[in-house]
């Protein structure tokens, strides 16, 4: 069965600091893996996507992901975190029904604060 | 494109009340989803359409929400009767017939039950 576990529920950084934000993941194949950032009272945001291409994934905003099969990660970086980066932000692995269509399944999310 | 369209925005309702939330997804997509997020945790799927049939309704408390996707465009999620613990953000997603293709989520809609 297919799962994602963040591991830290709250990481805090200073602005200019690098941020790193954890995920491992839980797949009987090879998955397609998601981050989403969320501001306060907004949706969800596609930050970056994985699904078998090059293993470093390249997002909006600076971030970056990569994909590590053998230790079944897919941490988030940022090399300079920015105030505006302060977010909850959360880690997804998609179920493929067969190639029709897709379900999502949300890590429970790590919330993110940027000091000055 | 424009984006995944919801409301309302808010609602508060006392318990055994009921509401309903409207969505209005990305034009073409076929797959619409309504997730519940309660404070605090990650969004959980509720209830899954492609087209206007339902893929995925496993957990929905079925005894209490409904959802119909008419027509296979807008959807419309009701609670009836509310309970306390249905204080969350509902939020709709809708994507293409592809895995590989990311979601576009609402802003929500923020549930209160008091």
């Known amino acids: 069965a297919q799962s994602v576990t963040q591991l830290d529920s709250h990481v805090s950084v200073s602005e200019g600091t690098p941020v790193l934000l954890r995920c491992n993941y839980s797949?009987?194949?090879?998955?397609?893996l998601f981050w989403y950032v969320q501001h306060p009272n907004k949706g969800l945001q596609l930050l970056l996507k994985?699904?078998?291409?090059?293993?470093l994934v390249k997002g909006i905003n600076g971030f970056e992901a990569e994909f590590k099969k053998s230790e079944t990660s897919f941490h988030l970086t940022k090399p300079s975190a920015h105030m505006s980066d302060a977010a909850e932000y959360f880690c997804?692995?998609?179920?493929?029904?067969?190639?029709?269509?897709?379900?999502?399944?949300f890590g429970t999310g790590t919330l993110l604060a940027v000091q000055p | 494109e424009a984006g995944v369209a919801q409301s309302p925005r808010y609602k508060i309702i006392e318990k055994r009340q009921s509401v309903a939330f409207w969505c209005n997804p990305i034009?073409?997509?076929?797959?619409l989803y309504w997730y519940q997020q309660i404070l605090g945790q990650g969004p959980k799927l509720l209830i899954q359409?492609?087209?206007?049939?339902?893929?995925?309704d496993s957990q929905l408390p079925k005894d209490r929400f409904s959802a119909e996707r008419l027509k296979g465009v807008d959807s419309t999620l009701k609670i009836q009767p509310a309970k306390l613990e249905d204080s969350a953000v509902y939020l709709c997603?809708?994507?293409?017939?592809?895995?590989?293709?990311?979601?576009?989520f609402g802003n929500g809609t923020r549930l209160t039950v008091t």
């Open positions: 359409f492609q087209n206007n049939g339902v893929v995925d």
């Open positions: 994985y699904t078998s291409a090059a293993t």
């Open positions: 797949s009987s194949y090879s998955p397609s």
């Open positions: 034009s073409g997509h076929a797959t």
């Open positions: 997603a809708s994507g293409k017939r592809d895995y590989n293709s990311p979601l576009h």
């Open positions: 997804v692995v998609s179920l493929n029904y067969g190639g029709a269509t897709n379900k999502l399944i």
